[in-house]
């Protein structure tokens, strides 16, 4: 099937992002919100993204005038009737997103394709909204969406085979990359990326070391940004929606650290309200040492080791447990974190730092940390019996990988 008119519903950061793509591609778009303002300045968010191109000598002020005229704003579900697929990108409220299908299932064509780019909820229930649920699927960019790479398709219980091979053939299309991801919570990259940011908020509520420190020595170690820096980016209200339903689905090892909490409820929400782990706007103050000192007299834990590998370590862990289920391939895996969240190029992803390391140093540094910090650290069960069988990466040339 081919996409002629594509649509986004919701003009926030990433709905703005997603129509840029869109119209960068040459494809017309519908950018769809609530009222007019919310319209205006999603598209005012587009025309800065071309305005930098501009002036960079990335394009001519003509050629930016083109692709501003391919998107179109309204408020009106109407507007969607001639897309061939749409992209929900509004809030993370499973009761919201079925109003929105329902809606869309109303206007847009039979053959229509409705995605959702939810960050983690799931697709099998968004769709069970809807009557014609096998049109439903997750096509899940990242922040800035005009830069990473990497969307994940997500396919739910209902979706059919065609609808899969439709969303990843008008991915490729948008000159992205996708990857195909077995339907769970925070599907591939959310479910790696949140554990290594929830842990580095760990290591600044226990006093560990400060947010520019940790984000310094996660800069070093290859990371394009740090985690303080990037959960600002990302807005700490979404990582503690994220955050809850990966708890919600995988239990005690994802529970969030209580500071994200407070910082979510004294609505230091990061870069888009001026204020987070960092201040982005000099009328707004506010030190966070005396939360991080009440969680610390809740909590009874302070002063614990900070290094590098307490972050790297538990997104390791947690792509062994999505490798041990299934949700992608070891090469996707470790692809999928390079394009979306710019993970060290030289270090190959994940499970290639894994191999490299060697798999038995792996297990021994988690069962450390687990007794050190907490059984959030517990090893996937798949690294150990890769120990047992000599499957200790580059030193006995095979791990996740052949060498
Ligand atoms: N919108 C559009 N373009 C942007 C941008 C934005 N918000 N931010 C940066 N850019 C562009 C710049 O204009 C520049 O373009 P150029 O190459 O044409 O000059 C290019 O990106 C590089 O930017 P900078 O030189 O300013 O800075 P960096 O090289 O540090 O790159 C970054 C910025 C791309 C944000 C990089 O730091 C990065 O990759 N960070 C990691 C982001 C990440 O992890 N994203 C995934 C988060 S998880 C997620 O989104 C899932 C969700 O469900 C929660």
Request: aromatic content about 8%.
């Amino acid at each position: 099937m081919f996409i002629y008119k594509a649509g986004v519903v919701g003009a926030g950061a990433m709905g703005a992002g997603i129509a840029q793509v869109i119209s960068f591609s040459g494809l017309p778009v519908v950018l769809k919100d609530t009222d007019q303002e919310r319209v205006d300045k999603g598209i005012g968010m587009i025309r800065k993204v071309y305005q930098g191109r501009v002036d960079k000598g990335k394009m001519t002020a003509s050629e930016m005038d083109q692709k501003m005229k391919l998107v179109m704003g309204t408020t009106s579900y109407d507007d969607f009737k001639d897309c061939d697929l749409v992209i929900e990108a509004v809030f993370e409220n499973m009761k919201v997103k079925h109003q929105v299908f329902q809606e869309l299932e109303k206007v847009l064509p039979e053959t229509a394709i409705m995605a959702s780019n939810t960050s983690a909820l799931s697709i099998s229930q968004i769709a069970s909204a809807v009557k014609k649920s096998d049109k439903v699927i997750g096509i899940h960019f990242f922040n800035p969406a005009p830069v990473m790479k990497l969307v994940e398709v997500i396919p739910g219980l209902q979706t059919s085979t065609e609808t899969v091979d439709d969303a990843v053939a008008f991915v490729e299309s948008l000159r992205k990359m996708p990857v195909r991801v077995k339907e769970c919570a925070g599907f591939l990259v959310n479910r790696l990326l949140l554990p290594y940011l929830n842990e580095a908020a760990y290591a600044f509520q226990e006093g560990s070391a400060p947010a520019d420190e940790i984000d310094k020595a996660m800069r070093a170690f290859g990371m394009p940004m740090g985690p303080f820096a990037l959960l600002d980016m990302l807005g700490l209200d979404v990582c503690a929606d994220v955050s809850m339903i990966l708890y919600d689905s995988f239990g005690p090892r994802m529970k969030a650290a209580e500071i994200l909490g407070e910082m979510h409820k004294n609505n230091r929400l990061g870069v888009k309200n001026g204020i987070g782990f960092y201040v982005y706007d000099e009328s707004k103050t506010g030190d966070l040492k005396p939360t991080v000192d009440a969680i610390q007299a809740k909590t009874g834990i302070k002063g614990t080791p900070f290094s590098p590998e307490r972050l790297v370590f538990q997104m390791i862990n947690e792509a062994a447990f999505c490798l041990e289920e299934n949700v992608a391939s070891p090469s996707d895996i470790d692809l999928a974190m390079l394009a979306g969240t710019g993970y060290p190029q030289d270090k190959g992803g994940p499970l290639h730092t894994a191999d490299a390391i060697g798999i038995d140093v792996v297990v021994e540094k988690l069962k450390e940390f687990s007794k050190q910090l907490g059984p959030r650290f517990w090893p996937a069960p798949i690294l150990k019996r890769m120990v047992s069988a000599n499957y200790l990466g580059q030193k006995t040339k095979r791990g996740f990988f052949n060498y």
